[in-house]
């Protein structure tokens, strides 16, 4: 084996000196619920990556959608609060302006943030409310089993549009970053997505600017990741990821949408 | 004694927030309790800090109490009718998520947009649960504008004894009417940890989840049990009412908030002309006072129920009652009150004229 | 003893102020009142009023559909409460605006010209002040001094060197009034 | 010049098969195994050493299964001296 | 025999809206009920030219539902508790402008988000209005799939009828379950014109005006009484339930939707006993068979009301005995389903072993 | 005098064939409740007219919002229904659905249709529902007597907002025309004032372009009209009028924001 | 030339002394009176003739209280044939 | 008769279907029939199972925690549902995917290597065809003739050229049963 011709045993390799990887301990010990492949998992692995690198795991309170993330408190080793459903904005609005000096972010689906909660996330943006949203649009309903999300794109089939999405009927797939981000409360508006290692990486660095500008009091900060939901979808995850890069993304492109002017 | 002034009702529960050290107010401007908001726009902030936000409607502002609140601070808002029947799922989910936070219902006249005139219509809402599942506001129904302001305290005091939501109950009136009322002093804020509140995961201790979500049944079961629990302690401890004449009364009036001063005025009119009538007051809706009704009910001829609706409070007296006497309704609705004159003339058609 | 009175007229011509000048002139004298506006969007231009009580025992109904007086400043006012003053009760007008004077004989009815006297006094804002003047002469609910308090404590801080305006239209009223002999039903 | 070697430890009872890690891994050191565990999936085992512990597939990993160890080998003598 | 079908309670309902001839559906996705919108979204359009519209929220729903059933049109939608909570405004609504329209509530356990199992927490909410105002919707309760389907075509007769909300009120599990059902025939979407219904004002003829709005208290209760005969008249005309051996019946068993049915196992369970059960099912929830219960008091030793809840309905069966005889209660809450010896355990014990 | 001069007397003047300008017959021949020179009535006025002109007065149902042209019904001598406050796209929608044929129009305020009702606005017009929604922004909430609205201007003192308004705490005024105009089911979204009888007839006419391309079916329609407030703002009417040419036209611009592409 | 005449006609009860057709008259023609109409507002009356029937008056008034009349007036001797 | 049966296995090994062909076989004889899927967030990946009750008579409740028989397709339903087989009642499982087999004595516990048939069967998807047809040689609760039809009514027909090959899966399973002496309670 090449270990032996190097003279090497994973003994030597497996160090403490040498980790270069490991589970987040900010992430809970157990299992997630996810579907195997959804990138909810993933997402909350690097935000807990970021939390734990900035050291903020006290200092900081998320707030759970309904959602397939509903249970993002079962998995973040963090104070939360279960917000119902489309009301993150609301329930972060409350506890922002509780806790000023704490680090706040919602956590929220497509249906949950653009949907039902289209008013609350609009307002709390218009105010400046200085948090965090981490968006995660997978173009569905993952939790209630895959009915048409707004951000379900044209001729995408879902089970309540089973003959694929017609916007004249049923409504334009929304960019909701691109609606809110002209705002003059909004200080960072950014599209991620998690399919890639080098896409992971980069939504890892957004997550983490986004805390930065809340430290700083710059306003209301929106992460949006692209994302998938292989079982709804009916794609195995690596379908899924290659949806998201080939058919989701040119019609979501990566990117920052806004940026806050630098502060001198 | 307390600082005196005459204040609308509306006024004086604003200024009893700040004094009670109210940490945060939410809500969202509605007739015939606009002056709440408004009030407190002017004077809290400046006073104590307390956070006066005016939120894009009703359902974001319960869910603003319901984030503060899993703070452990002390939250509340004011609405009216239309307003607070947007607030039942955000009610349900606090009360599951047993977060402690004060509301009121300047109640007016409905169903739909209605009135805004004083009504009493809401009291199924507020008693039985507007919003889906088991659970219960603790209800406070004041008659006068000093009980506007002493509810206040008093509710915040509740609502954090059971970590459960308070509802002060009143109709339109009361918000708009001005009378003499004794201030409370003003209490500081107090910035207290409470181990169940979401304030940053403690260094040496367990995160803190505030949820109402248990998708085991049996778990679930499990909260409501424990929520079933509290609900029988409040009415082991919490029920409250006040009485007049009962000790010679061979016929009881009995009415809530506002609507039980004209009932007194009744009775007086009544005992003048020789009726030996007496009163009965709830003071908390929920937990009813059941006994106070079970115990008169045998001794007397009849319970005439008054109330600014079809006919809701007069259930409970009912059901306490339990055919142990005849209990008559009578009501106004959309926003007419009824006058003491009517009142007496309704009971002696009912109990005199008919005997 | 208790006083049920209302206060009617336009928007704007400061009836609410009047019951609520009354009310704590009453609580200084350690009475009881409960003031009760017409509130809604009839408010809006239209007509306003306020149901004022002082009473020295605890009140119980504040919204009531009989008065012992009825003070209007309006046509309208003289029109929709002038059934409601409770036989033997009082209905005080100001004659300046008047085009049809109640009728009833079984109350007392008073008039001044109110709205006259204020175009002296160079301010029509004092219409109800003298009104009020008139109102306590006949009412005698409350002492002038407890209305001076009252006025005090109703007007905001910086005003306050309106008082003597008011003070001086509110007497203007009060003896503009001679009381007559009471109706007695 | 030193070689760079990995080493991935993949906690098989959490991993659910969803074969990102393989489909991210530059060495295709990953592959599915045979077996399921616990929660009936089928998980993730070795198949090279080629790993050179860069990472990708921890990265990827929706449910952060794999630790990844790395370590540069200094030319043999070295270790002889 | 109509067509008969293996279906799923959420598909019988909506295949039987399509059969109904209904104009529209405006909804929102949630479990345990989703499969309603999924079904009609695939079948609907094309057969009927039915408008199926996912709505973006609840709130959004119900007041499309108001605007189509003010055009005339036979509009529905679905939801489960906690978007129930969200629609009360717009029932106080739709009730106060009297507008007809059908709902369904696939009740889940509660409070808050609670569990998606099958729950009947939401009765009161339902029955006695939980929103603001003296409304009511008049409620049926179906036991199987095949009233899950029956009952959308009589809901949208009497909502007609009485130009009243009509909620079909079901737990999770009938919504889940599939049985055989017999499909009523496909009716056609009958385009009638109602003098009361906004469809452009009419050449020769009054303008139409939905609304709920009347400023003036008096006029307010007008509309309010108008409701209360109405109430009345359902009373009267459409009261709904089913017995089964109350002949002989020393005890009587009783409890609405699934339960019904669970409940009549433990009958059968206990007649084998010894023991003599009648059974009574309320199918219209609201209004309420007061008189069965009334009638049936004085002849028994007991009445064990069996819900998925913490003890609902059992307040409107205490209402109609009026103490006549003892009343006892038996739940599970959040989504907790009692099995029939449980519920004979728990008579025994409540009513055999304490004799 | 000078009639006497040229040998007319008003008689003369006053007969049909000179008729100029009448009150439109559309608008029911009763007083309407507004405050004297509010706004309201002007748009009232000159919608009936349009209606009148365009001869579908019997084709037309509208819509009242909660605000204090929720009386709206009053004057308009055409089918009506009157929605829960911030809900009359979704009851427009439940109209427009069912009578495809017909004319459907929302109007509403700026508290209706920007607070409490944002959610149902911004999806009826990501929908395209083919409506028009007449929006009198007059920056304040009017029937409740004067509280803070969306549109309340930066530093403006509102009951609410009694030491002025602070976008930092309080949100930023929220110009909801330009929020929605780049969606694509939005077909014309214009701003336009009453304050000129310029304005007036400007605003007439973007009324009329709204309802001909309703008929067209291009799509979602919003005339958002800046108008005045006397009685909260504490101005006289004609004092509000300037008020809104000097402080509010400047920060609420008028003119098109987007107007459909010309079909061929 | 002919020159243009206008008249307007009131409706007294239901103007609410606005002032804006006040205002907006070029002609001065409109003021408001000094008596009150039933529902408690001075009304607007017409001071002079000088009105060309611009019209501006009744599109600026809320409340539609306006109506305008307009005659091209031919020179006198065409009226005297 | 009444037949209270329930079927658990992993989410899409398909034990769903399996209680509605025999819920729509049951309906063709004129049976009825309850089917209750067990739903919620923990199918997701996890577990998955159906009640099916089938009668002679008007059923009562479909909910129910003891059966006359369980159908284990994975080692987590034997686990689970092994003690909620009725005394004297049948659990049947797969040993192919089986390491640790059910232990109660007092109930008939039949096996079969489902797994394994289905390979020769070359689609692993029949398993739970396999599965059905055992369980009906067990309980002939229906007719075979009537598991074609309610086969036929449950797949779409688009699939109805995969009848054949579910066919020789159930019949394999059928086959691969020994009735054995019952066990008696
Ligand atoms: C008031 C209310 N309405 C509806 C639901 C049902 N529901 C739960 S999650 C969800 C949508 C989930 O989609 P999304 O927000 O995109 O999150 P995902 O699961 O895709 O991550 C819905 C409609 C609910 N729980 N509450
Ligand atoms: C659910 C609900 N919340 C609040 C109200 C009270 N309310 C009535 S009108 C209104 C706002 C009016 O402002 P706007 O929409 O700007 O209309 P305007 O009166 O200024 O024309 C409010 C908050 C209500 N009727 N219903
Ligand atoms: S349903 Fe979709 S979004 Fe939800 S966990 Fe599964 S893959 Fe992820
Ligand atoms: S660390 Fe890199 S080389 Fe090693 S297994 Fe993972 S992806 Fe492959
Ligand atoms: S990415 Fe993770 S969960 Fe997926 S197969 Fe690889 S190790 Fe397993
Ligand atoms: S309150 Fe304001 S918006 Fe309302 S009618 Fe009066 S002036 Fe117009
Ligand atoms: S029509 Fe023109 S000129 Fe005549 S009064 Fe009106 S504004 Fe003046
Ligand atoms: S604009 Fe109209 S309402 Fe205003 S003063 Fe002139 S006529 Fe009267
Ligand atoms: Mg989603
Ligand atoms: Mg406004």
Redesign the interface.
């Known amino acids: 084996?090449?270990?032996e011709v190097?003279?090497?045993v994973?003994e030597?390799?497996?160090?403490p000196e040498?980790?270069?990887?490991?589970?987040?301990s900010a992430?809970l010990d157990v299992?997630?619920?996810?579907?195997?492949?959804?990138?909810?998992?993933?997402v909350h692995?690097i935000f807990m990556e970021v939390v734990e690198e900035m050291g903020i795991?006290?200092?900081?309170?998320g707030?759970?959608p309904?959602g397939c993330s509903?249970?993002a408190?079962n998995y973040m080793?963090?104070?939360?609060?279960?917000?119902?459903?489309?009301?993150a904005c609301?329930?972060?609005?409350?506890?922002k302006?509780?806790?000023p000096d704490?680090f706040v972010f919602t956590y929220q689906g497509d249906g949950d943030l653009a949907?039902?909660g289209?008013?609350?996330t609009?307002?709390a943006a218009?105010?400046?409310e200085n948090f965090l949203v981490i968006f995660i649009n997978n173009a569905i309903?993952g939790?209630?089993?895959g009915?048409?999300a707004?951000t379900t794109i044209d001729g995408m089939v879902t089970?309540?549009?089973?003959y694929g999405r017609d916007?004249?009927?049923?409504?334009?797939p929304?960019k909701f970053g691109?609606?809110i981000a002209?705002?003059?409360?909004v200080a960072y508006v950014t599209r991620q997505a998690v399919n890639?290692?080098q896409n992971?990486?980069r939504a890892k660095k957004a997550l983490q600017r986004a805390l930065e500008y809340q430290k700083q009091g710059l306003g209301f900060c929106l992460v949006e990741i692209v994302s998938n939901c292989?079982?709804n979808w009916k794609m195995?995850?690596?379908e899924s990821?290659k949806y998201v890069q080939n058919v989701l993304i040119p019609f979501y492109p990566l990117g920052d949408i806004k940026v806050p002017e630098v502060k001198k | 004694m307390g600082e005196v002034k005459l204040m609308k009702g509306n006024e004086a529960l604003a200024e009893a927030a700040i004094r009670a050290g109210v940490d945060a107010y939410f809500g969202y401007p509605i007739t015939p309790q606009s002056e709440v908001i408004e009030y407190l726009s002017r004077e809290a902030t400046k006073r104590t800090g307390m956070l006066v936000l005016q939120a894009e409607s009703e359902v974001a502002a319960i869910n603003m109490i319901y984030g503060a609140a899993g703070c452990g601070k002390k939250a509340m808002t004011t609405s009216s009718s239309p307003g607070i029947s947007l607030m039942q799922e955000g009610l349900s989910y606090i009360a599951s998520a047993e977060l402690p936070c004060l509301l009121a219902n300047i109640n007016r006249g409905g169903p739909g947009l209605g009135t805004i005139q004083p009504a009493q219509g809401d009291y199924f809402q507020t008693t039985k649960g507007g919003g889906h599942g088991d659970y219960h506001l603790l209800v406070l129904a004041p008659y006068n504008v000093q009980e506007m302001a002493d509810f206040v305290k008093l509710g915040f005091d509740l609502a954090f004894k059971y970590r459960n939501p308070v509802m002060i109950l009143a109709d339109g009136a009361l918000g708009q009417m001005m009378e003499k009322v004794e201030l409370p002093p003003q209490l500081p804020r107090e910035n207290k940890e409470y181990p169940w509140a979401t304030t940053g995961k403690p260094k040496n201790g367990e995160r803190r989840i505030i949820t109402s979500l248990h998708i085991q049944p049996e778990k679930m079961e499990e909260i409501n049990l424990r929520l079933q629990r509290k609900y029988k302690q409040m009415e082991a401890e919490e029920v409250r009412y006040q009485t007049k004449n009962l000790e010679d009364a061979e016929y009881v009036f009995t009415a809530f908030g506002l609507v039980s001063r004209i009932a007194l005025k009744a009775m007086d009119i009544g005992r003048q002309k020789g009726y030996k009538i007496g009163w009965i007051r709830p003071i908390t809706l929920y937990p009813f006072p059941k006994k106070i009704y079970a115990e008169i009910a045998p001794k007397v001829k009849g319970i005439l129920d008054i109330e600014m609706n079809a006919g809701q409070m007069v259930e409970d007296v009912m059901l306490s009652v339990q055919g142990k006497t005849r209990v008559e309704f009578y009501g106004r609705m959309g926003g007419v009150v009824p006058t003491p004159d009517e009142i007496l003339e309704n009971f002696e058609k009912m109990f005199i004229k008919g005997e | 003893m208790t006083h049920e009175a209302i206060f009617s007229g336009f928007g704007g011509q400061g009836v609410l102020t009047m019951g609520m000048i009354l009310g704590y002139a009453a609580i200084f004298e350690g009475k009881e009142v409960t003031w009760m506006p017409s509130y809604g969007p009839e408010m809006r231009g239209g007509t306003a009023n306020c149901i004022t009580i002082v009473s020295d025992e605890m009140i119980s109904s504040p919204i009531i559909s009989k008065f012992d007086t009825v003070v209007a400043l309006n046509q309208p006012s003289i029109d929709k409460f002038e059934p409601a003053v409770k036989p033997g009760g009082n209905l005080l007008y100001d004659t300046s605006t008047t085009l049809k004077p109640p009728t009833r004989s079984d109350i007392n009815i008073y008039s001044l010209p109110a709205g006259e006297i204020a175009v002296e006094l160079k301010n029509t804002k004092v219409l109800n002040m003298i009104m009020l003047g008139a109102f306590l002469k006949i009412t005698n609910v409350v002492s002038i001094d407890s209305i001076w308090k009252g006025l005090a404590s109703v007007l905001p801080e910086r005003y306050h060197k309106l008082i003597p305006l008011n003070q001086e239209a509110f007497m203007r009223g009060y003896n503009a009034i001679t009381l007559k002999e009471l109706v007695k039903v | 010049m030193a070689k760079v070697v990995g080493e991935v430890i993949i906690d098989i009872e959490r991993c659910k098969g969803c074969e990102l890690c393989i489909q991210a891994c530059p060495e295709q050191t990953l592959a599915l195994g045979k077996a399921i565990n616990h929660k009936g999936y089928q998980y993730v085992v070795k198949v090279n050493d080629n790993c050179t512990g860069c990472v990708n597939c921890a990265i990827i990993c929706p449910d952060a299964v794999i630790t990844v160890y790395r370590k540069s080998l200094k030319p043999k003598q070295e270790v002889a001296v």
Not at chain 1, 159 to 162: K, L, M, Q, Y
């Open positions: 084996m090449a270990g190097l003279d090497v994973a030597d390799i497996v160090r040498n980790l270069v990887y490991r589970r987040p992430l299992d997630m619920h996810y579907c195997p492949g959804c990138g909810h998992s993933t692995k795991q006290h200092d900081i309170i707030v759970a309904v509903v249970f408190y080793d963090i104070d939360m609060q279960q917000a119902a459903h489309g009301r609301a329930v972060a609005t409350g506890i302006r509780m806790l704490k949907a039902i289209g008013n609350e609009l307002h218009n105010r400046g309903y939790m209630t089993s009915q048409m707004p089970t309540t549009s089973p916007p004249k009927t049923m409504g334009y929304l691109d609606l002209p705002l003059p409360g890639t290692v992971v990486r292989p079982s195995t995850p690596v990821n």
